[in-house]
Nanobody, 115 residues
């Protein structure tokens, strides 16, 4: 069973919206946070947004006011609502699930924003 699965990527025009979803396996216990990271070609992977199991959030400066992260603890699921998308948001978006002992990465989902 794949521990973390993302969905919702795709191609969108600049100014458009996408919603990403991430589901962590129920076999992962002790989740304390889930987050979204992205990696563009030739660049390092960077944090986009993160939410703790207590609901506290943090965002990269580049997405504040445009992206919203939310979660459902009962379902081990996290969402990323992305509005006002820009070409520079183009990247592979990865979900990460953190426990006290380790992190679990998803396979990634491609987001492409055309100008």
């Amino acid at each position: 069973q794949v521990p973390v699965v993302e969905s919702g990527g795709g191609l969108v025009q600049a100014g458009g919206s996408l919603r990403l979803s991430c589901a962590a396996s129920g076999s992962i216990g002790g989740i304390n946070a889930m987050g979204w990271y992205r990696q563009a070609p030739g660049k390092q992977r960077e944090l986009v947004a993160k939410i703790s199991n207590e609901g506290s959030t943090n965002y990269a400066d580049s997405v504040k006011g445009r992206f919203t992260i939310s979660g459902d603890n009962a379902k081990n699921t996290v969402y990323l609502q992305m509005n006002s998308l820009r070409p520079e948001d183009t990247a592979v978006y990865y979900c990460k699930t953190d426990t006290r002992l380790r992190g679990y990465w998803g396979q990634g989902t491609q987001v492409t924003v055309s100008s």
